[in-house]
Structures are given as structure tokens and as C-alpha cells.
């Protein structure tokens, strides 16, 4: 069964009633009424012109203007049939009769009435209902703001749904879907402006969105009760409009980085003035609902105007944006005035209105823009990058020559020190054992068993020297088991006994060679002073903590010997040598000693403030 296409209502028969004031619309229009003289045949799409200047003495005065469409000879199919209405303007209500019965009325605001909204009603929705034999719509308006009718549309669902849908999506959905997507944008960047505070931009951008979006209100709502008056929804549209084209200036001032301060604070104080003397209830001004096409008209050279002076020093920058932005001024500008003409019903009322996209194309516009930007910093930043990697590594590049450079200072410099060290230990040590040896020999009183001590004094202090040169990781522990292996066979060959009772102890960070070396010299001494002055058979050596300190101890049961005595006396250089070189290593020795024996102590600190 093939689909049953829907007819078009390019007539109608027309009646225009003067009155005062608005009326409700009757529940059912009399006979009489239909039958009365005066109804003329129009043609569909009809519109009556809208005044620019709201006439005086007019207030208040409206007209009704009846549309009856004869569906006597309608062929209709046997499924339901519905009445569609691309478009229908005026400040005042709709109502809609089938066979003098009302089937419709607009409901809520006068103004913003939903005349921007499609109406799709079913005739006969009912399984038994019949088609009515006419339609009638009656349209109330002010006698000065014009009113307008679309060709009618009667025919099954399937005809004329996705029709209505279309008519919809474009003329309501889309402006509010790009309203509202702009104003979410414009929430972002007010986001960045206040967690910024650097750029203008971003607030400026939310404020436009804001007043896009409230410029945009009414396009998209009507057709029932709004929160707020028709004075105060009249009142936003106006002063949005004039804001929307002061941020938009404002926009173009920042993204062009132009100086106008004049004209913006002319067009910022402008805008307040007006909005501040139409308030509604001030009744300084008439109805804003009258005077709007004129603002509209005003607007145009004063927008014109100022986006002329914009683009004129923008186009001194000859960049893609000005050409951007001059090509978006081009088409708002044809969009607003074909919109003035078809508010005013000097286009067919069939048009859709353009602004909406126009205002939604300052959000494309900025977008772009600022995208470019984004895009160009982001290959800045790029670049920075790949200069500072270049310069980083040519800086690396010096600076590892340098590390060169300096390594090799430091190691001629460590071999300087080392051999300073061991020139000045061999002085101390093995210089001073050769130099008593030349003495004895020129002196005539050099023995065989004086020379064989001597001659191992010298070769103990070479061995150490040696050992001293050896890696010891911050180990006291290793660096004793060395001086053991050394002193070990000189004790038991002299008939001391050596009882090694030695414990873990923490590592000393600041142990190096030179340190170890005076380690190893105090040790030496002490072990040298047992083997010629006490006669002892045995020794002890013991670590351990006291308190911040690790103790080495070295314990004797030989005869012992006045402390005080020997430290007083200025030939006694060994406890000299010894206290001399445990300061050097900021630590300290203490003796203790009677007729049982000697106790020899080392302190040594588990860490100092600078490694030596």
C-alpha cells in the first residue's frame, strides 16, 4: 500500500477583528461568526509588516486575524490526519478550531509565545473521530507588531513527522545545543581565568558566552510559563544583544592584541546607561517589546563600526585570524540583516531565523583562534625545547671536558698528596730508624743485635707504609687484621702471646689511607713500647662501643710504668707521637697502667663533620 502524501495550503479565507486589549480565545466559535461577511481569500504564506517606531496612541489596540482552510473536498486516507505549521508570528497567542471546536492554544508568555516552535496537532487522533470540514486559526497581535502565517500542511503522520522534526531540529535544537555548548566552554574558561588570573581572555570569553546564551533564550523557549515576566525576558534579549556585541569587540581587541581603551570604555559605559534606563518598571521607556526592531537596526552600523575599526588595524597584521574573523563579520552581517527582514515580515515567514549560527560562530571563530595558538605555542615550546636540548648538550659536552679536566687535577693532585704522606711518614718512620743507625755506626757502638733491631724496626715500618696503601673500605676491623699479620710473628718470636679478642664494630665513614696510616703508627708504638719496657708474656686486644665512640684496647701484663713521669719527659716522644697523631683523627688515648701491667685505649669516633 503505497504512503498517502500530504497536502499544502497555499489559501485561506481571511478575517481581521480591531479590539482593545487581549481576549481568551472562545471555547466554540458560533455559526454566526463563520458566516459573517468580510472574509477574504489570502495566500499562504501571509504576513502583515511589523512598524520600526511603535506608533503613538496605539498602545494597547490589537487585531485578531482568523485563517479558515476548507477541508470539505480533502481527500483524506483512512489513518489519522494532522495539521502541520512550519512557522506562525506574533506577540500575542495562538488558537486553533476544528469545526468551530478549540483544539489548541498558546499558552504563558505574549511575547516569547513559542513562535519560533513548529505546531504538528492531529484532526481526528480518535478511531472513530471523522476529519473536520475546516480549520480555524486565530492569531491575536498588537495592531503595530505585525503578525504573520506559513502555508498549512494536512496529512498522515508518516508525511509529516520527520517534516516537523526538521523544522525543529533547525529553527530550536541547534541554538540550543550550540548555546549551550558555548556557554559550557565559556564555564571552562572562567575555570582557567580564576585559577590563573593572568589573561582577560578568559573571563571575556565566558562573559560573550554568557550573553550569547541569553541572547539565544528566546529562539529555543516559549510555548508555555515562564519563570519571569515578558518585561524582564524582553529586557535580558535587549541588553544581552547590546552586551554581546561589546564583549565581542572586546574579543577581537585581545585576540588581535589591539589597543581601543576608548572605544571600549564609550561602548562599556553605553551599555550600562542602557540597561540601567530600561529596567523594567521604571517607565522611562515604552514597552521594550515595540522598539526592538528599531534596537535591532541601530545596532547594525554600530556593530559595523566598530568591527570595521577592528578589522582595519587587524588586517595591518595580514594574519590567517583577521581573515578568519572578517569572513565571520561578513556572514553575521547578512545573517542579521536577512533576521531584521524577516522579523519585520519582509521575507517570507517560511525563513529560519540566522543569528543563532552567526552568534554560535563567534564560538567557532574564538575556538579556532585560539587553537592556532595553542598549536603555534605548543611548536614554540617545541623548538625552546630543541634549542635548549642543543645548548644542553653543548654545555654537556663542555662540561664533561671539564669533568675531565678536573679529574685529572684531582688525581695529580691525590698522587701529589700521597706521595707527600708517604715522603713525610718514611721521614718520620723509617728516616728516623736509618738516621739512629748512621749515629751508632759513626759512634762506634753499633752491635750485631742493635743492628738486627734496628734493620726489623725499619722493615715493620716499611710494611706498614705499604699496607697503608691498601683499599680498606671504612673497615677498622680489616685495617687491625693487617697490623695482626705484621706484629704477629715480631710477638711470638720476642715469647708474647697475642690473645685477639676482637668484636664486630660499625665502619667508620671518614677511614682512608691517611687516617688508617695513623692508626697504624699509634698501634706500632704501642706494640714497640710492650716489646722493649715491659717484659710482658702476654697481651690482649679487645673493641668495643663506649657510648659515640669505638674503643681499641690494648692490655699488657708487664711491669708498667709512671705515666706521668714519661709524659713529662721531653725525650719521651712516643705518647707525644701517639696523642699527636690520634687528634689528627679526632680521637683520643688514654693509658692506664700498674704493677700488673699497662692498659693502652684508642677512641675513635663513629663519624665526624668533615671526612678527612
Known amino acids: 500500500m503505497s504512503e498517502t502524501p500530504a497536502t499544502q495550503w497555499r489559501e485561506a479565507q481571511f478575517l481581521s477583528v480591531p479590539g482593545r486589549g487581549y481576549s481568551r480565545p472562545p471555547a466554540q466559535l458560533t455559526p454566526e461568526f463563520l458566516a459573517q461577511e468580510g472574509w477574504k481569500s489570502v495566500g499562504l504564506p501571509s504576513a502583515f509588516k511589523r512598524d520600526v517606531l511603535a506608533a503613538a496612541g496605539l498602545e494597547g489596540q490589537t487585531l485578531t486575524d482568523w485563517y479558515r482552510l476548507d477541508l470539505s473536498h480533502f481527500n483524506a486516507s483512512q489513518e489519522p490526519q494532522y495539521l502541520y505549521i512550519p512557522r506562525w508570528k506574533t506577540v500575542g497567542q495562538v488558537a486553533i478550531y476544528a469545526d468551530g471546536r478549540l483544539m489548541y492554544a498558546s499558552q504563558g508568555s505574549m511575547t516569547l509565545n513559542g513562535y519560533n516552535h513548529p505546531l504538528l496537532i492531529p484532526l481526528n487522533a480518535a478511531a472513530d473521530e471523522l476529519l473536520p470540514m475546516a480549520v480555524t486559526l486565530r492569531i491575536d497581535h498588537l495592531r503595530n507588531s505585525g503578525s504573520a502565517l506559513s502555508t498549512v500542511w494536512v496529512g498522515p503522520a508518516k508525511a509529516l513527522v520527520w517534516r516537523y522534526q526538521l523544522r525543529q531540529l533547525v529553527q530550536t535544537q541547534l541554538p540550543l545545543i550550540g548555546s549551550g555548548a558555548f556557554l559550557a566552554v565559556g564555564f571552562f574558561a572562567l575555570a582557567i581565568w580564576i585559577k590563573l588570573r593572568r589573561d582577560a581572555l578568559y573571563l571575556i570569553f565566558f562573559a560573550t558566552s554568557v550573553m550569547a546564551f541569553l541572547r539565544m533564550l528566546h529562539y529555543h523557549v516559549g510555548g508555555g510559563f515562564l519563570p519571569l515576566s515578558d518585561e524582564w525576558m524582553e529586557w535580558i534579549k535587549t541588553c ?147 634549542h635548549l636540548a642543543q645548548r644542553l648538550s653543548i654545555r654537556e659536552a663542555e662540561l664533561m671536558a671539564s669533568h675531565a679536566r678536573l679529574r685529572d687535577i684531582e688525581r695529580i693532585q691525590m698522587l701529589s698528596e700521597e706521595r707527600q704522606r708517604l715522603t713525610q711518614d718514611m721521614h718520620d718512620g723509617l728516616g728516623s730508624s736509618l738516621v739512629t743507625a748512621l749515629r751508632a755506626v759513626e759512634g762506634g757502638d753499633m752491635t750485631q743485635a742493635l743492628l738486627g733491631d734496628i734493620l726489623k724496626a725499619c722493615i715493620d715500618d716499611l710494611k706498614l707504609t705499604i699496607d697503608s696503601m691498601e683499599p680498606i673500605e671504612a673497615d677498622l676491623l680489616l685495617l687491625l687484621a693487617t697490623l695482626r699479620f705484621r706484629l704477629g710473628p715480631r710477638l711470638k718470636a720476642a715469647g708474647v702471646r697475642l690473645n685477639w679478642e676482637v668484636q664486630d664494630i660499625p665502619k667508620l665513614s671518614w677511614l682512608n689511607p691517611r687516617s688508617g696510616l695513623h692508626i697504624l703508627r699509634i698501634f706500632q708504638e704501642a706494640f714497640a713500647n710492650i716489646l722493649k719496657h715491659t717484659r710482658a708474656t702476654e697481651v690482649h686486644v679487645r673493641t668495643g662501643m663506649q657510648g659515640p665512640n669505638v674503643v681499641v684496647s690494648i692490655q699488657d701484663n708487664g711491669t708498667g710504668f709512671d705515666y706521668e713521669a714519661v709524659r713529662l719527659n721531653p725525650k719521651g716522644r712516643g705518647l707525644h707521637n701517639q696523642m699527636r697523631r690520634a687528634q689528627a683523627i679526632n680521637g683520643s688515648v688514654q693509658w692506664v697502667s700498674g704493677p700488673l701491667g699497662t692498659q693502652f685505649t684508642l677512641l675513635l669516633p663513629l663519624s665526624v663533620a668533615e671526612e678527612r
Request: glycine share 6%.
Open 240 to 386: 544581552s544583544l547590546i552586551w554581546l556585541v561589546v564583549f565581542c569587540h572586546c574579543l577581537m581587541e585581545r585576540l588581535h592584541r589591539l589597543s581601543m581603551r576608548g572605544v571600549t570604555r564609550f561602548l562599556m559605559l553605553s551599555a550600562l546607561l542602557w540597561s540601567a534606563v530600561t529596567v523594567p518598571g521604571l517607565g522611562i521607556l515604552p514597552t521594550l517589546t515595540l522598539l526592538t526592531p528599531m534596537i535591532n537596526i541601530l545596532m547594525v552600523p554600530v556593530a559595523a563600526l566598530i568591527f570595521y575599526d577592528a578589522l582595519r588595524k587587524g588586517f595591518r597584521q595580514n594574519s590567517r585570524e583577521t581573515w578568519v574573523v572578517a569572513g565571520w563579520l561578513f556572514i553575521a552581517a547578512l545573517c542579521c540583516i536577512y533576521d531584521l527582514l524577516l522579523q519585520t515580515n519582509w521575507v517570507s515567514p517560511e525563513g529560519i531565523y540566522t543569528n543563532p549560527y552567526a552568534i554560535v560562530g563567534v564560538f567557532g571563530v574564538t575556538l579556532y583562534i585560539m587553537y592556532g595558538r595553542y598549536v603555534g605555542a605548543m611548536e614554540n615550546i617545541e623548538q625552546a625545547n630543541l
